[in-house]
């Protein structure tokens, strides 16, 4: 509700008293007073107040409130792109517009309301001002392009969009997926696409850019090598802070519209087909003129932004080794680098490592100092596990194989072997064997190499290859009942409790 034009109705409509109107439209009843002396002085009719709008209505109760029709405005079309440019302010744009004229010139205040007035109705698109080279912005489209490949299943391809800051020239490239290859391939191809580089670069929180995000990010390292190469600094956008990256989500929205859906009834069957059509689509995107402001974004690139880009380097960037992000050693000692598990020294348990990987290698990094070097594995959730790594108790059990164990007997005797080898022939995965097996060694460390082989032996004899049987003849000392310096008792005593033969054969 404007209170100006209430206050009027009420006055000159309604035979309510000063007192009540104020009331009613939150007005002191000697600023109700003044209001219904005014329109009694001008002889203001309702009719007349409802043709007017709120501004004219306001100017009318209010002396030295109103818009002076009579002061000259300046091109707000041209303030804007001169404001676009790097180090030119509103300062400096009001003098050279007061220099034509300082008689019928706004004053510095109402020039920068009216300028932010002119601001607040452009589009969406140019709604957010950053000077010409300073910044660009990169991100995914959510929706992909399907093609397929011949003799493959459907794939969809990523739609990768980056658009600069001032002029809003936008770049567009399909790609295989979000990983880190294909998010840096972009960034290449999106600075040759634009002839130069931005001081910064704001992208999103995905993993391929920020390994952790929050108040202090950590950067992907073969994203910031590649900041540096190019001499740009990514500064990411605050996590579910989608205005620090209005230029991107607008420009995804851009990119959505008017390439994507456009394609939408197009069969591709291959990637290059697909950025084929993406960069005809993006000259006409560039040259379709602002609703707001005259020209369009390559216009506006070429007058303002591409002069103030920096150089591009004499080479792309490759990077020879691609990083992981940064992840807590479990307590297996393992981390996880491409879907394979790669060791590390047991001590680093619970501490943070970074993997960098090549196409033959893995290197895993702990504080900058390399932990361990691994040969690249594909086999996917497999495991590559260096003994050195491993605590000594792991290590002795998993030197537990069943050719550990026969090498082990073989050193003994014949008979020892036997028992191995029949403990290890009675399953098909040997893990019954070889605990029988371990306990067994045990065994020979506790009673002597030469006892064991004897026990062996004696467990043959009786048809007993069991390790129930082994420690049975070694605790009570029957492995030497073969040692001549043992005697031997023949026959039983006699003696009348002892039934012999012939007491069985008479049937008792």
């Known amino acids: 509700m404007n209170v100006f034009r209430e206050s009027l109705r009420l006055i000159l409509t309604t035979p309510l008293c000063n007192s009540q109107i104020g009331e009613l439209v939150s007005r002191s009843p000697n600023t109700i007073k003044r209001y219904r002396a005014i329109a009694e002085e001008k002889q203001i009719e309702w009719d007349k107040i409802q043709e007017m709008d709120d501004r004219s209505i306001m100017a009318l ?17 041209y303030i804007h792109s001169q404001k676009l440019m790097a ?97 840096i391939d972009a960034h290449n191809r999106m600075f040759m696409f634009f002839g130069g580089v931005t001081e910064t670069v704001i992208p999103d929180n995905l993993k391929s850019a920020v390994t952790q995000p929050g108040a ?116 297996d000692y393992h981390v996880h680098v491409d879907r394979h598990y790669y060791s590390v020294p047991h001590q680093l348990v619970g501490s943070k490592v970074e993997a960098r990987k090549t196409h033959d290698t893995v290197e895993i990094f702990c504080l900058g100092k390399r932990v361990a070097i691994h040969a690249r594995s594909d086999v996917a959730g497999g495991h590559t596990t260096l003994p050195e790594h491993q605590p000594i108790a792991h290590r002795k059990y998993a030197e537990q194989t069943p050719e550990y164990f026969q090498d082990w007997a073989e050193k003994i005797g014949d008979f020892t072997t036997a028992f191995v080898e029949h403990q290890l022939s009675r399953t098909p995965y040997n893990l019954p064997g070889i605990r029988v097996c371990s306990c067994l060694m045990k065994l020979g460390k506790e009673y002597g190499t030469q006892r064991l082989e004897a026990a062996c032996e004696r467990a043959q004899q009786i048809g007993s290859l069991t390790l129930k049987s082994v420690k049975s003849i070694l605790r009570r000392n029957l492995d030497g009942v073969n040692d001549p310096r043992i005697p031997v008792q023949g026959q039983l005593p006699l003696h009348y409790n002892v039934r012999g033969p012939r007491y069985y054969s008479q049937e008792g």
């Not at 400096?92 to 607040?120: I, K, N, Q």
């Open 61 to 77: 109760l209010n002396k030295y409130c109103g818009y002076n029709s009579k002061k000259r405005l300046p091109d707000w079309s």
């Open 216 to 331: 202090e990010p950590k950067l992907n390292r073969t994203y910031r090598e590649m900041a540096v190469h190019y001499g740009t600094v990514i500064v990411p956008a605050r996590v579910r802070r989608p205005q620090d990256k209005s230029h991107a989500e607008i420009g995804v929205q851009i990119v959505t519209r008017w390439i994507i859906a456009a394609l939408r009834h197009r069969k591709f069957f291959s990637l290059q087909e697909i950025n084929e059509e993406i960069a005809k689509r993006l000259v006409l995107l560039n040259e379709r003129p602002f609703k707001k402001l005259p020209g369009c974004r390559r216009d506006l690139f070429e007058r303002i932004e591409k002069p103030q880009l920096m150089l591009l380097p004499e080479t792309i960037f490759e990077p020879t080794a691609l990083w992981t992000a940064e992840q807590k050693v479990h307590s």
């Open 87 to 183: 180090d030119v302010s509103l300062q400096l744009l009001w003098e050279d517009y007061c220099l034509d004229g300082p008689e019928d010139a706004y004053g510095y205040s109402s020039f920068t309301e009216h300028y932010r007035e002119f601001v607040s109705k452009l589009d969406l698109s140019m709604r957010q001002t950053h000077q010409a080279g300073k910044v660009t912005f990169v991100d995914f489209a959510g929706r992909r392009i399907p093609y397929y490949p011949p003799g493959k299943p459907k794939k969809l391809a990523e739609v990768f969009v980056g658009v600069l800051g001032s002029s809003k020239y936008t770049f567009a490239h399909a790609c295989d997926s979000q990983k880190l290859h294909d998010w």
